[in-house]
């Protein structure tokens, strides 16, 4: 859990790139995302991880995460918040969202999110 909590840090503190990269670094070089702005495109690789977000970043988008909750469940970890996206036009929206990280031998396999469901 410390692993996600301190990409969330990171990205709050330092900017979303700083946050990806925390992810990152503990992540499996096989790891797939699944992002937010993706269209349920899966990411897989460091390498096409870092490429997808630097183009979405490179055309003006802005991503700013807001976690409120972290929970363990099994090998996943899963996090209660919201994402804002602000475009290049100068329209954002926001929206409550649930992120899944899921690891496999004590390092990040797959990351994904669903939207958040009332209770």
């Given at each position: 859990?410390?692993?996600?909590?301190?990409?969330?840090?990171?990205?709050?503190?330092?900017?979303?790139?700083?946050?990806?990269?925390?992810?990152?670094?503990?992540?499996?070089?096989?790891?797939?995302?699944?992002?937010?702005?993706?269209?349920?495109?899966?990411?897989?690789?460091?390498?096409?991880?870092?490429?997808?977000?630097?183009?979405?970043i490179?055309?003006?988008?802005?991503?700013?995460?807001?976690?409120?909750?972290f929970?363990?469940?099994?090998?996943?970890?899963?996090?209660?918040?919201?994402?804002?996206?602000?475009?290049?036009?100068?329209?954002?929206?926001?929206?409550?969202?649930?992120?899944?990280?899921?690891?496999?031998?004590?390092?990040?396999?797959?990351?994904?999110?669903?939207?958040?469901?009332s209770?």
């Amino acid at each position: 859990m410390l692993t996600i909590k301190e990409a969330f840090r990171a990205s709050v503190d330092d900017g979303f790139e700083a946050g990806l990269e925390a992810l990152l670094r503990s992540a499996h070089a096989d790891c797939e995302f699944r992002p937010y702005l993706g269209n349920d495109q899966i990411l897989r690789g460091h390498d096409e991880v870092r490429r997808y977000y630097a183009d979405a970043i490179a055309s003006g988008t802005h991503m700013r995460l807001n976690p409120t909750s972290f929970h363990e469940d099994g090998d996943d970890i899963v996090v209660y918040g919201s994402i804002r996206i602000a475009r290049p036009s100068g329209g954002f929206s926001e929206a409550q969202i649930c992120w899944t990280y899921r690891f496999r031998e004590g390092r990040l396999a797959a990351a994904g999110w669903r939207p958040r469901q009332s209770a």
